[in-house]
T-cell receptor, first 115, second 112 residues
Framework: DTGVSQDPRHKITKRGQNVTFRCDPISEHNRLYWYRQTLGQGPEFLTYFQNEAQLEKSRLLSDRFSAERPKGSFSTLEIQRTEQGDSAMYLC?????????????FGSGTRLTVV | SQQGEEDPQALSIQEGENATMNCSYKTSINNLQWYRQNSGRGLVHLILIRSNEREKHSGRLRVTLDTSKKSSSLLITASRAADTASYFCATDRNSGNTPLVFGKGTRLSVIA
């Protein structure tokens, strides 16, 4: 494992289209997090999974957003009917459960531009 | 919402100088973490300090935590041009059982 992988790195889409992003966490990490980051701001929490269970969703996650982690491994984040305000960097992070290290390992992110 | 507020928002120093960034937060925490982000990239975990610790060191990094003031500072000594990045504090309220809440970050520029 070389870290958390996100695909694609960049996505340009027209307003109203659907987009899907993928995140492959470090294999032994059972917790997976999605964050959104806009220019000049810190990451804002969207949702997180423990194995395949989605444990928490932010109020930022409107009904146009859905996330899955079907087998407790990779995760997808889908945005339906994209809006210009969805333009941001979408970051995925993972960490192991338990132990004394609570630090997250982040992927390089998917930069979404809605035109 | 973002709990942490870093100060200053931007900092520019000469190579070799020390850089100090501060973070204030609002609610009680279990631990506080600092992350670094190079432009357009993901975040990298730097250091974690627990609520019962007051100071921690890692290489050129020194972190302090004052829970009575709900504040933390990150000191980078003998800065290098490669330290140029954004630095974020993140708070953990419940030992990893709730997601980290990040501040808005400090943009550090180290001039060679």
């Amino acid at each position: 494992d070389t870290g958390v992988s996100q695909d694609p790195r960049h996505k340009i889409t027209k307003r109203g289209q659907n987009v899907t992003f993928r995140c492959d966490p470090i294999s032994e990490h059972n917790r997976l997090y999605w964050y959104r980051q806009t220019l000049g701001q810190g990451p804002e929490f969207l949702t997180y999974f423990q194995n395949e269970a989605q444990l928490e969703k932010s109020r930022l996650l409107s009904d146009r957003f859905s996330a899955e982690r079907p087998k407790g491994s990779f995760s997808t984040l889908e945005i339906q009917r994209t809006e210009q305000g969805d333009s941001a960097m979408y970051l995925c992070a993972s960490r192991t459960d338990g132990g004394r290290s609570y630090g997250y390992t982040f992927g390089s992110g998917t930069r979404l531009t809605v035109v | 919402s973002q709990q942490g507020e870093e100060d200053p928002q931007a900092l520019s120093i000469q190579e070799g100088e020390n850089a100090t960034m501060n973070c204030s937060y609002k609610t009680s925490i279990n631990n506080l973490q600092w992350y670094r982000q190079n432009s357009g990239r993901g975040l990298v975990h730097l250091i974690l300090i627990r609520s019962n610790e007051r100071e921690k060191h890692s290489g050129r990094l020194r972190v302090t935590l004052d829970t009575s003031k709900k504040s933390s500072s990150l000191l980078i000594t003998a800065s290098r041009a490669a330290d140029t990045a954004s630095y974020f504090c993140a708070t953990d309220r419940n030992s990893g059982n709730t997601p980290l809440v990040f501040g808005k970050g400090t943009r550090l520029s180290v001039i060679a």
